[in-house]
């Protein structure tokens, strides 16, 4: 390594005495690096926005009271052998409610790796404003536990949670839901449960989660109001969300409360097992494209750095008869490529970089369905870091066959001419 | 005088295309200080004698002996360390590195052999251009020189790590007279003033006739030392 100045100095000096082919090279790690980081940006950047809009939909884990299907009537467990019939069976009318939820809700307390548990009481309601009558439901909760839940208080466009609090008749309603009845924050809505029951209800405050699937049908109420409008007695829940301190956790912890409550319990994972898949796509997409690239980068500087050998075989004999081993002539030629790696990487990340500001600049309208203005973008250092190695591990080893060739170059068939 | 190379029953084969053996129990010494050339008729083998007396080829049987230290059977690593420090080199076609200038040709080997500063042998090398009377191109790169002034730079630079050898391959075959007798004199000057031993690889029988020993070759074995 003490010779690595001059070593340095060499490949400086050839690198520079054919600037053009240099260039070219280092072109070819740059778009790579650069593409790799625009890709990855806007792809995480896509994972991150999606997982972030199941997040506010999804709890970590969902526990509830799962439709019995199939149900055998008593005679087939009593004779089970038999050839029994049964006119007219009807499904039981079982209450869709967990039974002992505040129970539950002490229990998953106690675990230490729970952050936050909110009870919450669903129902499906027609909305009432005017002429118009729009389907959609209210969610009866712990206002205060929902927002550790899903940082509600970030999402109201107007009114307040405490406001909500302070009424027994309030609702925070959806944007979509509330713009589609046209109502403001202050009027009163007419609710009715699919029982019969009819209640009027005042809106006030209004909350945007981005995604239309909510926005346009939900509404938020005290976890009394609704139990009310479902005539049910306070102790009546239907789901129990949690959040955990590690969202990693879920699945198994899922399994679980599933074993030890006998309700159904859903870790955010399973739930949005579709959305996980897609982003295991993206990744794949991303990493086969940029790999693609850089391994074409890595041929055309294998290809230059051959050439570059070809035309210097002279050069080559002649360090060798002064001295120069086959080792440094070799690192001579592995040092041009890793200059050549080292430059075209960091254009490529400066490149990269503003490639990914330009598509975070895109406007992109999603319509109602998601709230988006313009591409998300991820800017995560952890991408360049990677794109730095890549670039400089691909350029090493397409440099290193070339160079090993070089130092192997036997100066006597050359220096006879 | 004490012998500074010695060559012992060497045997040279060539395999391309078929077995062919170039050098037949060759066996000689050179003094310290002395110029020698080797002469014979083309393919008698003198170039393929210098290679193997250079230390660059090492596929040969026999013994090479130089300043008493024993080469053959050394690692290439070793043996180029060997060249940096002991061998200079002249060619035919003068192999100045094109893209470096003339001062920096003459550096590279002293740098590589890293035993005096970068302003020491800055100041060498200026030394040598000057005895050489090309100081004045130091600056210019290599590839911009005449032909004979190339070749006065190249023996600059084969002086410049005070080797204890300067092997020359027809380092006048390229040249015109006037060229050819100021690159004699300065090798004839070396061997005298520095004592520094000059093998020189010729068919020129004028200039042969000059030096202090001859070794002659004829189809791979020595006739006359």
């Given at each position: 390594?003490?010779?690595?100045?001059?070593?340095?100095?060499?490949a400086?000096?050839?690198?520079?005495s054919?600037?053009?082919?240099?260039?070219?090279?280092m072109?070819?790690?740059?778009?790579?690096?650069?593409?790799?980081?625009?890709?990855?940006?806007?792809?995480?950047?896509?994972?991150?926005?999606?997982?972030e809009l199941?997040?506010?939909s999804?709890?970590?884990?969902?526990?509830?009271?799962?439709?019995?299907?199939?149900?055998?009537?008593i005679l087939?467990?009593?004779?089970?052998?038999?050839?029994?019939v049964?006119?007219?069976?009807?499904?039981?009318?079982?209450k869709?409610?967990?039974?002992?939820a505040?129970?539950?809700?002490?229990?998953?307390?106690?675990?230490?790796?729970?952050?936050?548990?909110?009870?919450?009481?669903?129902?499906?309601?027609?909305?009432?404003?005017?002429?118009v009558?729009?389907?959609?439901?209210v969610?009866?909760?712990?206002?205060?536990?929902?927002?550790?839940?899903f940082?509600?208080?970030d999402?109201?466009r107007?009114?307040?949670?405490e406001?909500?609090?302070?009424?027994?008749?309030?609702?925070i309603?959806?944007?979509?839901l509330?713009?589609?009845l046209n109502?403001?924050?202050?009027?009163?809505v007419?609710?009715?449960?699919?029982?019969?029951?009819?209640?009027k209800?005042?809106?006030?405050?209004?909350?945007?989660?981005?995604?239309?699937?909510?926005?346009?049908?939900?509404?938020?109420?005290?976890?009394?109001?609704v139990?009310?409008?479902?005539q049910?007695?306070n102790?009546?829940v239907?789901?129990?969300?949690?959040?955990?301190?590690?969202q990693?956790?879920?699945?198994?912890?899922?399994?679980?409360?599933?074993?030890?409550?006998?309700?159904?319990?859903?870790g955010w994972?399973e739930?949005?097992?579709?959305?996980?898949?897609?982003?295991?796509?993206?990744?794949?997409?991303?990493?086969t494209?940029?790999?693609?690239?850089l391994?074409?980068?890595?041929?055309?500087?294998?290809?230059?750095?051959?050439?570059?050998?070809?035309?210097?075989?002279?050069?080559?004999?002649i360090?060798?008869?002064?001295?120069f081993?086959?080792?440094?002539?070799t690192?001579?030629?592995?040092?041009?490529?890793?200059?050549?790696?080292l430059?075209g990487?960091?254009?490529?990340?400066?490149l990269?970089?503003?490639?990914?500001?330009?598509?975070?600049?895109?406007?992109?309208?999603?319509?109602?369905?998601?709230?988006?203005?313009s591409?998300?973008?991820n800017?995560?250092?952890?991408?360049?870091?990677?794109?730095?190695?890549?670039?400089?591990?691909?350029t090493?080893?397409?440099?290193?066959?070339?160079?090993?060739?070089?130092?192997?170059?036997?100066?006597?068939e050359?220096?006879?001419? | 005088?004490?012998?500074?190379?010695?060559?012992?029953?060497?045997?040279?084969?060539?395999?391309?295309?078929?077995?062919?053996?170039?050098?037949?129990?060759?066996?000689?010494?050179?003094?310290?200080?002395s110029?020698?050339?080797?002469?014979?008729?083309?393919?008698s083998?003198?170039?393929?004698?210098?290679?193997?007396?250079?230390?660059?080829?090492?596929?040969?049987?026999g013994?090479?002996?130089?300043?008493?230290?024993?080469?053959?059977?050394?690692?290439?690593?070793?043996?180029?360390?060997?060249?940096?420090?002991?061998?200079?080199?002249?060619?035919?076609?003068?192999?100045?590195?094109?893209?470096?200038?003339?001062?920096?040709?003459?550096?590279?080997?002293?740098?590589?052999?890293g035993?005096?500063?970068?302003?020491?042998?800055?100041?060498?090398?200026y030394?040598?251009?000057?005895t050489?009377?090309?100081?004045?191109?130091?600056?210019?790169?290599?590839?911009?020189?005449?032909?004979?002034?190339?070749?006065?730079?190249?023996?600059?630079?084969?002086?410049?790590?005070?080797?204890?050898i300067?092997?020359?391959?027809?380092?006048?075959?390229?040249l015109d007279?006037?060229?050819?007798?100021?690159?004699f004199?300065?090798?004839?000057?070396?061997s005298?003033?520095?004592?520094?031993?000059?093998?020189?690889v010729?068919?020129?029988?004028d200039?042969a006739?000059?030096?202090?020993?001859?070794?002659?070759?004829?189809?791979?074995?020595?006739?006359?030392?």
């Amino acid at each position: 390594m003490k010779d690595f100045p001059l070593i340095f100095q060499i490949a400086r000096t050839h690198l520079l005495s054919r600037v053009k082919q240099t260039i070219v090279a280092m072109l070819g790690v740059t778009f790579g690096i650069s593409l790799f980081i625009g890709m990855v940006g806007l792809m995480t950047g896509l994972n991150d926005f999606t997982e972030e809009l199941a997040m506010t939909s999804t709890p970590h884990i969902h526990i509830y009271n799962d439709v019995a299907v199939d149900r055998k009537t008593i005679l087939d467990s009593s004779n089970p052998d038999g050839f029994n019939v049964v006119h007219h069976q009807k499904p039981k009318d079982e209450k869709q409610n967990l039974k002992d939820a505040f129970q539950i809700v002490r229990v998953i307390q106690q675990d230490k790796r729970v952050l936050g548990v909110a009870p919450s009481v669903a129902t499906q309601v027609f909305y009432n404003y005017g002429p118009v009558q729009l389907n959609g439901s209210v969610l009866g909760v712990d206002i205060l536990a929902e927002d550790q839940m899903f940082d509600l208080r970030d999402k109201l466009r107007s009114g307040t949670l405490e406001d909500l609090l302070n009424t027994n008749d309030g609702l925070i309603m959806g944007v979509g839901l509330a713009r589609k009845l046209n109502v403001q924050t202050g009027d009163r809505v007419t609710i009715t449960t699919p029982q019969g029951y009819t209640m009027k209800l005042r809106v006030v405050g209004t909350f945007q989660m981005g995604m239309g699937a909510i926005d346009d049908v939900r509404s938020y109420a005290n976890i009394t109001t609704v139990q009310k409008i479902m005539q049910k007695d306070n102790q009546y829940v239907t789901d129990i969300n949690v959040k955990l301190k590690d969202q990693s956790e879920s699945e198994a912890l899922a399994v679980i409360y599933q074993r030890l409550f006998g309700y159904r319990s859903v870790g955010w994972e399973e739930a949005n097992a579709t959305l996980i898949i897609g982003n295991i796509f993206r990744n794949i997409l991303t990493y086969t494209v940029s790999i693609t690239l850089l391994t074409v980068a890595g041929f055309g500087i294998y290809n230059i750095l051959n050439m570059a050998i070809y035309n210097k075989m002279k050069d080559i004999a002649i360090l060798k008869a002064m001295g120069f081993s086959a080792q440094d002539v070799t690192q001579i030629f592995l040092t041009q490529s890793i200059i050549i790696g080292l430059l075209g990487s960091l254009a490529g990340l400066v490149l990269g970089y503003l490639l990914a500001y330009g598509i975070s600049k895109v406007p992109f309208d999603a319509g109602d369905v998601v709230n988006l203005t313009s591409l998300p973008v991820n800017f995560s250092i952890t991408y360049y870091i990677i794109g730095i190695v890549f670039g400089m591990l691909t350029t090493a080893m397409a440099g290193y066959l070339p160079a090993r060739k070089a130092g192997k170059v036997d100066p006597i068939e050359i220096l006879r001419g | 005088m004490p012998s500074v190379l010695e060559a012992n029953q060497i045997n040279k084969y060539f395999y391309e295309p078929t077995k062919f053996q170039v050098l037949k129990n060759v066996t000689f010494s050179i003094e310290r200080g002395s110029f020698v050339a080797i002469i014979g008729k083309s393919g008698s083998g003198k170039s393929t004698l210098m290679y193997l007396l250079s230390t660059m080829d090492t596929d040969y049987e026999g013994e090479i002996i130089v300043n008493k230290e024993q080469l053959t059977g050394k690692k290439q690593k070793d043996l180029a360390r060997f060249r940096n420090e002991n061998i200079g080199f002249v060619f035919q076609f003068h192999f100045l590195l094109p893209e470096f200038s003339v001062l920096q040709n003459l550096m590279l080997p002293a740098q590589k052999l890293g035993r005096w500063s970068d302003e020491e042998i800055e100041q060498r090398a200026y030394d040598h251009l000057k005895t050489l009377g090309v100081a004045d191109q130091a600056s210019k790169l290599a590839n911009k020189l005449s032909g004979g002034q190339q070749q006065r730079v190249a023996i600059a630079r084969a002086l410049m790590n005070d080797p204890l050898i300067v092997m020359g391959d027809e380092p006048t075959g390229n040249l015109d007279s006037v060229n050819s007798e100021i690159v004699f004199d300065t090798f004839h000057q070396i061997s005298r003033e520095q004592q520094q031993t000059i093998i020189m690889v010729t068919h020129d029988e004028d200039l042969a006739a000059r030096t202090d020993q001859i070794i002659e070759l004829k189809d791979g074995e020595v006739i006359r030392h």
